[in-house]
């Protein structure tokens, strides 16, 4: 996949000795914000902000208009929006916020972005490892390991390995093995195990190898134990034998991980994320640290059983905090693998591997039965799909379930805008299940950069035809409430390289389409803007049952906004992929602002 090359770029190098410097610079950075300090003028219930422009929701347009308006209030109490104005009605806004000042900020105003699929924990473990991303021979790989190693003195144990992500076969020039990292005296003889770009394969070196039973399978159903060149890389399923002897980060290295990972995805202007899959330990611990300062991201959290695909509701308590930073009453189940390593099941065999149409991680009697009984039990059920048979079973799910929920209502879709099941990736969809999909009112969660990093092989596995009429649908899902995401870490969090993939179907990181699509591929798929951010702010909103509060600045939603130093709609559609974020707010509070020489000085001068 050669369109992988220089995702993350230095940003790890960057990482390894800057985590703990920055995360002790975070509670300054609050106490600056802190409400209810010092004197009466920080004390007061209602502050008042005003921008050069504020675009309260993404559709809001004519933003030059001077009726338009580009100021907020808000409670500091409750950390919501209690008042959207104009500056040119300012007189009568200073009365009622009692004399204060409504000074115009530097920059333009979006509602808080969101991340509709994402993974918190993993991708602040992705921050703690080693980048593999683009590696493209066996001598690079080794020598960022050396380089992790070094950077991590008393990782690579058995008791405490090194982790890796980011490699990809297609991009190294062969498929890895365990010894390949034997080579190497630095790394010899030291416990690794290296997921895959897609976090559907990992592998590992001789030191876990070794731990293995002797006597492995011969075959994993819905999983494969990669044998040639050589032992060492394990799929979907497969990779449960890995996993079983993976010693797990402590607590207060998994705390670590949420705290540095909030803290980079607010640097991209992510006020919330939808968090794809979380174990219910992993919930508890999230229900801790929710309730600390540290905590600042808002998360709506899938749940996921121990056992993949499972009912374990004793498990999965519901919470919902009336601030809105946790909320979890939906579950995670899975249908298939990644289209990448051949892991999606489809209806009709690959067009590269006509020997394998993939295959399913469940059943299609138990895949509904459990979206029967998780939703029976209150959740909403979210359903990860890539292949047009495993998205034909999850909407078969979906439906039978809806059946069961709404037994008198001949509308199904009626009964889906109250539950909103999703089908997380939506990738690849038959024709007549796309129909299906409009039909009942499933929501497609969309992963705008899969589109670009897939784009380049896209064809070869599905052919034409399934290409053209089944891949990657965007604009022709619009009507279903698409929820857009990144599926971090498996791409880079950024929405703003969403919105560039979404609108203009080109790489992010090339800026450019695949050979003979240079120009943007699907375009008939393409979004506009404003659909897009959309997808990044209400539609995450309406799946996660935040519409009104979330993706919107209006009275009474929670306040969350992003500061960009121009206003987005009027930078051009290469002009996304290199916004930068000047400032994120949530609830009312400064989680980040760009620390440069530029914005100091523009700051002096207002
Ligand atoms: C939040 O507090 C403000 C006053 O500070 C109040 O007007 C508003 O109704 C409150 N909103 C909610 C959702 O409690
Ligand atoms: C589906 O899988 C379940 C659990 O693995 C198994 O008990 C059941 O027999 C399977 N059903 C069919 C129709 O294969």
């Excluded at 939703?375 to 359903?383: D, K, L, P, R, Y």
């Amino acid at each position: 996949m050669p369109s992988s090359t220089v995702r993350w770029g230095t940003r790890l190098s960057l990482l390894a000795g800057g985590v703990a410097v920055v995360l002790s610079l975070q509670p300054h950075l609050f106490s600056q914000q802190a409400p209810l300090t010092f004197n009466d003028d920080t004390a007061q219930e209602v502050r008042t902000y005003c921008y050069q422009s504020v675009r309260a929701t993404a559709a809001d347009a004519e933003l030059n208009n001077n009726n338009n308006n580009n100021c907020f209030s808000v409670s500091s109490k409750n950390g919501t929006f209690t008042r959207v104005f104009s500056s040119s009605s300012s007189a009568r806004g200073r009365e009622e916020e009692g004399g204060e000042e409504n000074e115009i900020r530097k920059g333009h105003v979006l509602p808080g972005l969101w991340d509709g699929h994402g993974h918190l924990i993993q991708y602040g473990e992705f921050l703690h490892s080693a980048d593999l991303f683009g590696a493209d021979s066996p001598g690079e790989v080794r020598r960022r390991l050396r380089a992790y190693l070094g950077a991590n003195p008393g990782v690579g144990t058995r008791e405490s390995w090194a982790r890796g992500i980011g490699w990809d076969q297609m991009v190294l020039g062969g498929m890895p093995f365990a010894d390949m990292l034997e080579e190497d005296e630095v790394l010899r003889g030291k416990y690794f195990m290296l997921d895959r770009v897609d976090v559907h394969c990992t592998w590992v070196s001789r030191a876990v190898l070794d731990l293995l039973p002797e006597d492995l399978p011969e075959e994993v159903p819905g999983g494969e134990i990669v044998r040639t060149p050589g032992m060492g890389v394990f799929c979907d399923n497969a990779m449960d034998l890995v996993m079983a002897l993976w010693p797990r980060p402590s607590k207060e290295r998994k705390t670590a991980f949420v705290a540095s990972a909030m803290r980079e995805l607010h640097k991209v202007g992510l006020v919330g994320m939808h968090d794809a899959g979380v174990l219910p330990s992993d919930l508890a611990m999230y229900d801790e640290m929710s309730r600390t300062d540290d905590w600042t991201l808002r998360v709506y959290a899938m749940v996921e059983c121990p056992e993949r695909n499972t009912f374990c509701p004793g498990e999965a308590a519901k919470v919902e905090h009336p601030d809105g930073m946790l909320s979890v009453r939906s579950v995670k189940l899975f249908a298939d693998g990644a289209l990448g390593s051949w892991g999606s099941a489809m209806i009709e065999p690959y067009s590269d591997r006509p020997d394998t149409s993939g295959s399913l991680l469940v059943n299609a009697s138990t895949l509904t039965s459990l979206a029967q009984s998780w939703s029976a039990a209150g959740f909403q059920v979210n359903i990860h799909a890539i292949g047009d048979l495993a998205n034909r079973l999850a909407i078969d799910a979906l439906e039978a379930a809806l059946r069961d929920l709404c037994p008198d209502s001949p509308d199904l879709s009626a009964c889906q805008a109250r539950h909103r099941f999703r089908i997380e990736h939506s990738q690849i969809i038959h024709p007549a299940d796309q129909k299906r999909m409009h039909a009942i009112g499933i929501i497609p969660s969309i992963q705008p950069t899969h589109a670009t990093s897939d784009m380049a092989y896209a064809a070869l596995r599905l052919g034409e035809e399934r290409t053209r009429t089944e891949a990657y649908r965007m604009r022709s899902l619009l009507d279903i409430h698409p929820v857009l995401g990144s599926d971090f870490p498996v791409e880079p969090p950024s929405p703003f390289e969403g919105l560039y993939a979404a609108v203009t179907r080109k790489n992010p990181r090339t800026g450019s389409g695949p050979p003979g699509h240079e120009g943007g591929w699907q375009m008939e798929e393409a979004l506009s803007l404003e659909q897009a951010l959309d997808g990044f702010t209400r539609g995450a909103a309406w799946g996660g049952f935040m519409d009104g509060k979330a993706g919107v600045i209006q009275q009474g939603a929670f306040a969350d906004w992003v500061v960009l130093d121009e206003e987005i709609g009027g930078v051009g559609a290469e002009g996304l992929r290199g916004l930068k974020v000047r400032e994120t707010w949530v609830g009312g509070k400064r989680v980040y602002q760009r620390e440069e020489e530029s914005l100091v000085e523009a700051k002096e001068d207002l």
